[in-house]
């Protein structure tokens, strides 16, 4: 029957197969058993293909019943509210236990028709229940005296009246309203449909009989379908086929058209009842192929295929979701109409969708879900609707035709049933580009479009990607061109500032390391030539690998928040472990988001309408799999070499190898992360252009927050800037006074190290910028996050004025932000501010330049000394 239960077959043997409870839906195909029970109160039941059952019974309350077989059958069937059953079979002999009986309704409120309140108050046939409220509010307003008696006797054809002041208050009898003149017709048989056709066949009590559907005829008579008990019928799979194969002559006819079999006593007997559910048995000799048998019987009568339709109550529960609040939309983009009843066709073949745009076709949810974090994903709605007559005959093959041809029956009657219920009220079109598609568990989905040569409705297969022209799928391709050219210049561009930085750090950390600060020393080497100076100043090889293997990427950062070869705190230490691993976690995190993202939406899309559901979501998805493994041998080898660098593991052949796996490695991951980034910009940007009112301000949002972010980072570098310039200008004089009498390269290095120390103990390093900006990025996200909960709670983004609110509102809110984040466009702020950073930076200076002084004047003295000892050496004597 489905995909994943394919030639299953269930064989009970000498057993009883019991199917029952209270909601029971059963789908069951090859069947076979001494005795199949079916007891529920509700659901549906499709049984195909049941042989070899001798006896079965199958019982509901409103649970429709579909049950076929290739074996003759003598069936009972009572379907006891209107006789709704189908009986197909190649030949087919049916004893009927149903009359129909015509009547006219009395009043079972028993009231005196002289009355003329009570007339008023409960006469069926032009007031139902919702308007006898009205009248009995004006009656006892004392506002009786007033009202019109109108005489119970049937009026000449085409004669009306007013019944009430407006067309609101005139009872909605389908077909019998007048809406020009807001008068109902007065011919006997729309006075008979407010007491017949439109009372539910549970209130319908009269001449005995109630829970039957009624049918008002010409006369006014309420016209119900009446069985006595359970009708038979013999239905054998192949045409000409006797009743009685006992009754013929054996030499006059053979097997199969005649054997050895009485009428009411074939191979299986079948008893089916149900209160409102429909039946349907079908007997067909093959149902491998079309399995279209020859005879149909509906109702108890032959018949041709019966045209299926909804009754009013569907459409009602129809409207209700489909028009909420009168509009001619429901609240969402991607609605599922889903026909139930026999013969419709199963969700294993597909199901109906009403689309506002046939957009969510071209680019389908799984790929809106990533590029646009699900902001330009439908919402989605669903509501089922029951046939009622269901089609007839019931089975027919996925492969027929046939399930072409209701499908696109299908489509037409939901279509009328949502755009022109009721029928005495203006249509409600479905909005221009708005479409009611079919979508298919398996192949692309189709619209309807009708066929000019034949003027009848056909399929046309909606493409993903290309299905609403060059112009999408280029925008498609361009969003995917122009993030990866993006990604590819921002990575060639850090890699080559990386490279260079990371040379330049070498030799600086070489140069600082291996200047010696011993005064002694380095006046030593002033006095030798300056060949002998450049000897002096050569770097071994081995001091070269050394620096190396020691200056990593994660020694960059390290570097970068200022920690690196000092001695850390417990504090400082946690921090610089907390970095590094959010440096290496971010894009590793982001793609996992992004891969189960991606996984998530594929499998509902595809999943959703299988009934195969749990083998669905069982399966594989290939492309999950591969980022989520990319994203594992990457952090694996991220780990490792982070676990290396805090271990101080010295430089050896594995670590080389390591380090180049890993440069190749995370660039990739960052280069991925950033292009997807990019890639999610560019499609909010285009749904926000497509949905402004829904996705505007979130792209405001992000525009908003890049800004502040990089003119707040530019703010404040330009301040570190200023302060350190004003810094090094006014130590100028000191340094050089100190160079005169103190080796240069001394001065240099104690008093470069000692300024960066200065500069972040008052918040200008580059450790303390990049702390900043963190807290700003915080700051940034919790209050848009609080202002779109507030629009999710107090606003609809789905109406234009609403979204029109919402984006003037983040606008607004960034721009204050702009205007405080980027303060420096007042000079004389800007003036004062660094002035008193650069105060505050000099004046931690000034205890250390003392310090430098002392210790420089100290170690002088002692190198005078030392030089007089050189000099004049003592004697031995006087030692």
């Given at each position: 029957?489905d995909?994943?239960?394919?030639?299953?077959?269930?064989?009970?043997?000498?057993?009883?197969?019991?199917?029952?409870?209270?909601?029971?839906?059963?789908?069951?195909?090859?069947?076979?058993?001494?005795?199949?029970?079916?007891?529920?109160?509700?659901?549906?039941?499709?049984?195909?293909?049941?042989?070899?059952?001798?006896?079965?019974?199958?019982n509901s309350?409103?649970?429709?019943?579909?049950?076929?077989?290739?074996?003759?059958?003598?069936?009972?069937?009572?379907?006891?509210?209107?006789n709704?059953?189908?009986?197909?079979?190649?030949?087919?002999?049916?004893?009927?236990?149903c009359?129909?009986?015509?009547?006219?309704?009395?009043?079972?409120y028993?009231?005196s028709?002289?009355?003329?309140?009570?007339?008023?108050?409960?006469?069926?046939?032009?007031?139902?229940?919702?308007?006898?409220r009205?009248?009995?509010?004006?009656?006892?307003?004392?506002?009786?005296?007033?009202?019109?008696?109108?005489?119970l006797?049937?009026?000449?054809?085409?004669?009306?009246?007013?019944?009430?002041?407006?067309?609101?208050?005139?009872?909605?009898?389908?077909?019998?309203?007048d809406?020009?003149?807001c008068?109902?017709?007065?011919?006997?048989?729309?006075?008979?449909?407010?007491?017949?056709?439109?009372?539910?066949?549970?209130?319908?009590?009269?001449?005995?009989?109630?829970?039957?559907?009624?049918?008002?005829?010409?006369?006014?008579?309420c016209?119900?379908?009446?069985?006595?008990g359970?009708?038979?019928?013999?239905?054998?799979?192949?045409?000409?086929?006797?009743?009685?194969?006992?009754?013929?002559?054996?030499?006059a006819?053979?097997?199969?058209?005649?054997?050895?079999?009485?009428a009411?006593?074939?191979?299986?007997?079948?008893?089916?009842?149900?209160?409102?559910?429909?039946?349907?048995?079908?007997v067909?000799?093959?149902?491998?192929?079309?399995?279209?048998?020859?005879?149909?019987?509906?109702?108890?009568?032959?018949?041709?295929?019966?045209t299926?339709?909804?009754?009013s109550?569907?459409?009602?529960?129809?409207?209700?979701?489909?028009?909420?609040?009168?509009?001619?939309?429901p609240?969402?983009?991607?609605?599922?109409?889903?026909?139930?009843?026999?013969g419709?066709?199963?969700?294993?073949?597909?199901s109906?969708?009403?689309?506002?745009?046939?957009?969510?076709?071209?680019?389908?949810?799984?790929?809106?879900?990533?590029?646009?974090?699900g902001?330009?994903?439908?919402?989605?709605?669903?509501?089922?609707?029951?046939?009622?007559?269901?089609?007839?005959?019931?089975?027919?093959?996925?492969?027929?035709p046939?399930?072409?041809?209701?499908?696109?029956?299908?489509?037409?009657?939901?279509?009328?049933?949502?755009?022109?219920?009721?029928?005495?009220?203006?249509?409600?079109?479905?909005?221009?580009?708005?479409q009611?598609?079919?979508?298919?568990?398996?192949g692309s989905?189709?619209?309807?479009?009708?066929d000019?040569?034949s003027?009848?409705?056909?399929?046309?297969?909606v493409?993903?990607?290309?299905?609403?022209?060059?112009?999408?799928?280029?925008?498609?391709?361009?969003?995917?061109?122009?993030?990866?050219?993006?990604?590819?210049?921002?990575?060639?561009?850090?890699?080559?500032?990386?490279?260079?930085?990371?040379?330049?750090?070498?030799k600086?950390?070489?140069q600082?390391?291996?200047?010696?600060?011993d005064?002694?020393?380095?006046?030593?080497?002033?006095?030798?030539?300056?060949h002998?100076?450049?000897?002096?100043?050569e770097?071994?090889?081995?001091?070269?690998?050394?620096m190396?293997?020691?200056?990593s990427?994660?020694?960059?950062?390290?570097?970068?928040?200022?920690?690196?070869?000092?001695?850390?705190?417990?504090?400082?230490?946690f921090?610089?472990?907390v970095?590094?691993?959010?440096?290496?976690?971010?894009?590793?995190?982001y793609?996992n988001?992004?891969?189960?993202?991606?996984?998530?939406?594929?499998?509902?899309?595809?999943?959703?309408?299988?009934?195969?559901?749990?083998?669905?979501?069982?399966?594989?998805?290939?492309?999950?799999?591969?980022?989520?493994?990319?994203?594992?041998?990457a952090?694996?080898?991220?780990?490792?070499?982070?676990?290396?660098?805090?271990?101080?593991?010295?430089?050896?052949?594995?670590?080389?190898?390591?380090?180049?796996?890993?440069?190749?490695?995370?660039?990739?991951?960052?280069?991925?992360?950033?292009?997807?980034?990019?890639?999610?910009?560019?499609?909010?940007?285009?749904?926000?252009?497509?949905?402004?009112?829904?996705?505007?301000?979130?792209?405001?949002?992000?525009?908003?927050m890049?800004?502040?972010?990089?003119?707040?980072?530019?703010?404040?570098?330009?301040?570190?800037?200023?302060?350190?310039?004003?810094v090094?200008e006014?130590?100028?004089?000191?340094?050089?006074n100190?160079?005169?009498?103190?080796?240069?390269?001394?001065?240099s290095?104690?008093?470069?190290?000692?300024?960066?120390?200065?500069?972040?103990?008052?918040?200008?390093?580059a450790?303390?910028?990049?702390?900043?900006?963190?807290?700003?990025v915080?700051?940034?996200?919790?209050?848009?996050?609080?202002?779109?909960?507030?629009?999710?709670?107090?606003?609809d983004?789905?109406?234009?004025?609403?979204?029109?609110?919402?984006?003037?509102?983040?606008?607004?809110?960034?721009?204050?932000?702009?205007?405080?984040?980027?303060?420096?466009?007042?000079?004389?702020?800007v003036?004062?501010?660094?002035?008193?950073?650069?105060?505050?930076v000099?004046?931690?200076?000034?205890?250390?330049?003392?310090?430098?002084k002392?210790?420089?004047?100290?170690?002088?003295?002692?190198?005078r000394e030392?030089?007089?000892?050189?000099?004049?050496?003592?004697?031995?004597?006087?030692?």
């Amino acid at each position: 029957m489905d995909d994943d239960t394919r030639n299953f077959g269930l064989e009970f043997g000498a057993n009883e197969f019991r199917m029952t409870g209270k909601n029971l839906v059963a789908r069951i195909e090859n069947v076979s058993a001494k005795h199949i029970k079916y007891d529920v109160t509700s659901g549906s039941l499709l049984a195909t293909d049941v042989t070899f059952t001798p006896f079965a019974t199958f019982n509901s309350f409103d649970a429709d019943m579909t049950v076929t077989t290739d074996k003759a059958t003598t069936v009972h069937y009572w379907q006891k509210s209107d006789n709704l059953a189908c009986l197909s079979a190649g030949t087919a002999y049916i004893d009927s236990a149903c009359t129909t009986q015509c009547g006219f309704v009395t009043s079972k409120y028993g009231a005196s028709a002289s009355d003329t309140e009570s007339k008023l108050a409960t006469d069926f046939r032009f007031l139902d229940r919702y308007y006898r409220r009205y009248f009995d509010k004006s009656l006892n307003g004392q506002e009786a005296a007033n009202a019109t008696v109108v005489a119970l006797t049937s009026p000449p054809a085409g004669v009306t009246r007013r019944l009430l002041q407006t067309c609101a208050q005139v009872p909605e009898v389908p077909g019998c309203i007048d809406y020009t003149s807001c008068s109902l017709l007065q011919t006997p048989k729309c006075l008979c449909k407010s007491s017949c056709d439109l009372v539910p066949p549970a209130e319908l009590d009269f001449d005995g009989y109630s829970g039957i559907r009624g049918t008002c005829d010409d006369e006014g008579k309420c016209c119900r379908l009446v069985c006595g008990g359970h009708s038979r019928a013999d239905l054998f799979p192949h045409p000409g086929t006797v009743r009685c194969g006992l009754c013929v002559p054996q030499d006059a006819c053979s097997p199969p058209t005649c054997g050895a079999w009485t009428a009411g006593n074939l191979e299986q007997e079948w008893w089916l009842t149900s209160k409102t559910g429909q039946i349907s048995v079908s007997v067909a000799a093959d149902l491998g192929g079309r399995s279209s048998p020859e005879q149909h019987y509906y109702r108890g009568e032959p018949t041709q295929p019966i045209t299926p339709s909804f009754d009013s109550d569907q459409k009602v529960a129809l409207d209700a979701v489909f028009h909420p609040g009168g509009v001619s939309t429901p609240n969402a983009d991607w609605f599922w109409l889903r026909p139930t009843g026999p013969g419709v066709p199963p969700r294993s073949l597909g199901s109906f969708v009403w689309l506002s745009s046939i957009r969510f076709l071209v680019l389908p949810d799984y790929f809106l879900e990533v590029v646009s974090y699900g902001m330009m994903n439908p919402q989605k709605g669903a509501a089922s609707v029951a046939l009622r007559p269901g089609f007839c005959p019931t089975v027919v093959k996925d492969s027929d035709p046939e399930m072409n041809k209701r499908i696109i029956q299908l489509q037409k009657k939901i279509s009328d049933a949502i755009q022109y219920f009721p029928a005495d009220k203006p249509s409600r079109p479905i909005p221009f580009l708005s479409q009611i598609v079919w979508v298919p568990v398996k192949g692309s989905p189709a619209v309807f479009v009708l066929d000019p040569s034949s003027n009848q409705l056909g399929f046309a297969v909606v493409a993903q990607w290309s299905g609403m022209g060059a112009s999408t799928l280029l925008i498609v391709i361009l969003t995917a061109v122009v993030p990866c050219v993006l990604t590819s210049v921002f990575l060639r561009v850090f890699a080559t500032s990386y490279w260079s930085y990371l040379e330049d750090l070498r030799k600086l950390k070489i140069q600082q390391e291996n200047t010696s600060v011993d005064i002694y020393e380095q006046a030593q080497i002033a006095k030798l030539e300056e060949h002998d100076q450049q000897d002096t100043f050569e770097i071994h090889e081995d001091v070269i690998s050394e620096m190396d293997g020691r200056t990593s990427f994660f020694y960059v950062i390290e570097n970068g928040l200022g920690s690196s070869d000092r001695q850390q705190t417990l504090v400082q230490e946690f921090l610089v472990v907390v970095v590094t691993i959010g440096v290496i976690a971010t894009p590793i995190l982001y793609l996992n988001y992004i891969s189960t993202s991606w996984k998530g939406a594929y499998k509902r899309y595809f999943c959703e309408s299988r009934i195969d559901q749990g083998n669905c979501y069982a399966e594989p998805e290939h492309a999950s799999q591969v980022l989520n493994i990319f994203c594992l041998l990457a952090s694996l080898v991220a780990i490792v070499e982070l676990g290396i660098f805090f271990l101080n593991v010295p430089s050896t052949l594995f670590r080389r190898v390591l380090r180049v796996f890993f440069y190749v490695s995370f660039p990739l991951v960052g280069a991925v992360s950033l292009m997807l980034v990019l890639l999610s910009l560019a499609w909010i940007f285009i749904g926000a252009l497509q949905q402004p009112s829904k996705i505007g301000p979130y792209a405001l949002a992000a525009v908003g927050m890049l800004v502040n972010i990089a003119r707040y980072h530019g703010r404040l570098r330009r301040i570190q800037a200023r302060v350190k310039f004003h810094v090094v200008e006014q130590l100028d004089e000191h340094v050089r006074n100190l160079a005169r009498k103190y080796p240069a390269k001394v001065v240099s290095v104690l008093v470069e190290n000692n300024i960066h120390d200065a500069m972040h103990a008052n918040g200008l390093s580059a450790p303390r910028v990049v702390a900043r900006n963190a807290v700003l990025v915080l700051i940034l996200i919790v209050a848009y996050t609080f202002i779109f909960i507030g629009f999710q709670a107090f606003t609809d983004a789905a109406k234009p004025l609403a979204g029109l609110l919402n984006t003037v509102l983040v606008f607004f809110f960034t721009l204050v932000l702009m205007t405080i984040l980027g303060g420096d466009n007042d000079r004389m702020w800007v003036e004062e501010y660094t002035q008193a950073m650069t105060e505050q930076v000099l004046e931690s200076m000034a205890g250390v330049l003392e310090t430098i002084k002392g210790q420089l004047r100290l170690a002088s003295k002692l190198l005078r000394e030392s030089d007089d000892r050189v000099r004049h050496p003592p004697f031995v004597g006087e030692r």
